[in-house]
């Protein structure tokens, strides 16, 4: 994906002040107000319904695709469950509607949680798979549990709400409903789970070590897609008194999903215009209906030439054109950073810490102890196991064999984001940003890390405070509403240090934080580096830069080939006959 692409996506989630929330609000009561009162047709009037509940259904696609970036291609399923428990409730079991529906919806988040829980951790392509599998399943069920079901015949003579008995009421509802979901899914991008959702899109391992609970987040986002889903469905039953399972099958979860690239799957908007789009085309061409064939690829071809020169669809385009950068707030008080000064001597301690790579042992038995308050720096030749030493830190690999432990508690067996969540801080040696977002969105991220005390129970006041504190500390405080991928590389590497400094975290790994930069970027990280350790914070930091090393660090570990091979305070180390010849050998 190209930088501009990237750029606009969070271009197209940035409209939530208040005008855009009073327009919203104003479009919302007009379109209810005109559903409600214009004289449709019959015709006009089932395209306006279907259109009204698939663009529920597909907002929920806007969430786990275009927030979290998971792919589910069963939509047509939940949206069929969603109409069966209508369709079923009310003609077969005789219950009220809103029982009916209120059931298909929780029956829905109920699947869409449990295919999550049970399949994200595959990711990708599999999850795809399953969710088609999915799918598959349904439509079986739909076609031959015939008793229950009504098979093929499908089921008919669903009742409607007697509030809402006219057709022309109910649409009103449903119009209501779309705006109420729009709104609520509008406003998911700016929330904490939002924020998590859009990290794991960008980055899902820098999210992990950013604090965030990967796996939890991309299940809330399955079920809440499947959940409205249902509702989608559930509304679509009561507007049609007729369901049958080829309304439900897996073309119509294509179908979905197109209408959610078409309009531009990172807005609701997008997902708006792309419902209405895809259900009026083949309107539009029905004339051609006459030459067999004709109508598809016409059909077809659209929807391509859109996507090839849309990509983030049509609403994505639109609104790069009007995208307008914010000036960046002024930042408040300098960053404050007060780790826990809980525990022991030793921040962080490694007992014969282990990682192997099938037959290659990456890491072998290291031990390191990192002092409190110390810059503790890692070397080695290239090789030699130092990052794979911070990822089995961090929790991106599980060790082999050994222990780790922070601040005396073991953590070897936890996941990423509760390592961070005990103070762990990280950057990467190839740079990991949220590369959609802002470089604020970015640190902000950081900054909610949980257990983070220097902003818990501030709101998001509190937290953009923190979060332009670091970038103040970083010297990038001025571009704070810019995306990230508008900066330099040296600039990025900044962001990432920022994003760590503003989750106040008890240790800080930096993984060759100088690599890639230029003589000039150099200087300035060295002096940043010195005023991270001025104010006490821990750090264990890799790098080759053997003059930023032994001026910086009090405390130097050495590894070759996975193995330590000398340990100790710098300048000792430094003169150490086998480190002296590991490097002499490597060059
Ligand atoms: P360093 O950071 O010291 O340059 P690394 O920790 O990246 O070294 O790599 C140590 C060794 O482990 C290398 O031989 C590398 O090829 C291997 N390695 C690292 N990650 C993996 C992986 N995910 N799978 C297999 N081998 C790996
Ligand atoms: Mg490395």
């Not at 271009?11 to 009561?29: D, E, H, K, S």
């Not at 295919?115 to 969710?131: D, E, F, N, P, Q």
């Not at 399972?245 to 999903?257: G, I, K, M, N």
């Not at 962001?495 to 503003?502: G, K, M, Q, V």
Request: charged share 15%; hydrophobic share 50%.
């Amino acid at each position: 994906m190209s930088g501009a692409n990237e750029a606009k996506s969070s271009a197209t989630g940035a409209r939530r002040g208040p005008i855009g929330q009073a327009a919203y609000a104003a479009l919302a009561v007009v379109a209810i107000f005109l559903a409600a009162t214009l004289k449709f047709d019959g015709y006009t009037l089932n395209i306006l319904m279907q259109a009204a509940t698939y663009a529920i259904a597909v907002f929920g696609l806007s969430v786990v695709l275009g927030l979290c970036g998971q792919i589910n291609l069963a939509q047509a399923a939940f949206f069929g469950l969603g109409a069966y428990a209508v369709g079923l409730g009310t003609t077969d079991a005789h219950m009220s509607f809103w029982i009916c529906l209120a059931l298909g919806m929780a029956v829905s988040l109920l699947a869409g949680a449990l295919l999550g829980a049970s399949t994200l951790r595959l990711g990708g392509h599999y999850l795809a798979m399953v969710t088609i599998s999915f799918q598959q399943i349904l439509t079986l069920v739909m076609i031959n549990a015939i008793g229950f079901t009504h098979g093929p015949d499908g089921v008919s003579g669903i009742q409607r709400p007697s509030l809402f008995a006219h057709q022309q009421s109910y649409l009103a509802f449903c119009v209501g409903v779309l705006a109420v979901v729009g709104w609520l899914v509008w406003r998911l991008a700016d929330t904490r789970l939002g924020r998590a959702m859009r990290a794991v899109r960008d980055n899902e391992l820098a999210a992990g070590v950013a604090g965030v609970d990967v796996y939890r987040t991309k299940a809330t986002a399955f079920a809440i897609c499947a959940m409205l889903g249902g509702l989608g469905g559930g509304l679509f039953a009561g507007g049609f008194a007729y369901v049958s399972p080829d309304q439900f099958s897996f073309a119509e979860s294509v179908v979905f999903l197109t209408m959610a690239l078409l309009g531009g799957v990172a807005s609701p908007i997008g997902s708006a215009i792309g419902t209405g789009l895809l259900i009026l085309i083949p309107e539009w061409l029905r004339f051609l209906k006459s030459v067999p064939g004709l109508y598809l690829a016409i059909y077809g071809l659209a929807v391509i030439l859109i996507v090839a020169f849309m990509p983030d669809g049509i609403w994505g385009f639109i609104a790069k054109l009007f995208n307008r950068e914010k000036p960046a707030p002024a930042p408040g008080a300098p960053l404050k950073l007060s780790p826990s000064d809980a525990g022991g001597v030793n921040v962080l301690e490694t007992d014969v810490l282990s990682k192997h790579f099938g037959g290659l042992k990456a890491v072998d038995g290291v031990d390191i102890a990192v002092r409190r308050g110390s810059v503790h720096a890692l070397i080695g030749p290239n090789g030699s196991g130092k990052t794979t030493t911070l990822n089995v830190l961090s929790g991106l690999y599980t060790a082999t064999s050994g222990r780790v432990t922070l601040d005396g508690r073991d953590i070897t067996k936890l996941p990423p984001h509760r390592r961070t969540a005990a103070g762990l801080g990280r950057t990467f040696q190839n740079i990991r940003l949220f590369r959609s977002m802002t470089a604020l969105e970015n640190v902000v991220i950081g900054a909610e890390r949980p257990g983070n005390a220097l902003v818990e129970g501030g709101g998001r006041a509190a937290l953009d405070q923190r979060a332009l504190a670091a970038l103040d500390f970083v010297g990038l405080a001025s571009r704070a509403n810019e995306v990230v991928t508008s900066f330099s590389y040296g600039h990025q590497r900044l962001i990432e240090i920022a994003r760590a400094l503003a989750a106040n975290p008890t240790l800080l790994l930096l993984d060759e934080p100088a690599a890639g930069l230029n003589s000039t970027e150099k200087k300035s990280l060295h002096e940043l580096l010195e005023r991270i350790a001025a104010s006490g914070l821990t750090i264990l930091i890799i790098d080759h830069d053997m003059t930023l090393v032994s001026n910086a660090a009090s405390h130097i570990t050495v590894l070759n080939f996975g193995k330590r091979i000398a340990d100790g305070e710098s300048m000792a180390v430094l003169r150490h006959p086998d480190v002296v010849s590991a490097y002499l050998g490597a060059e």
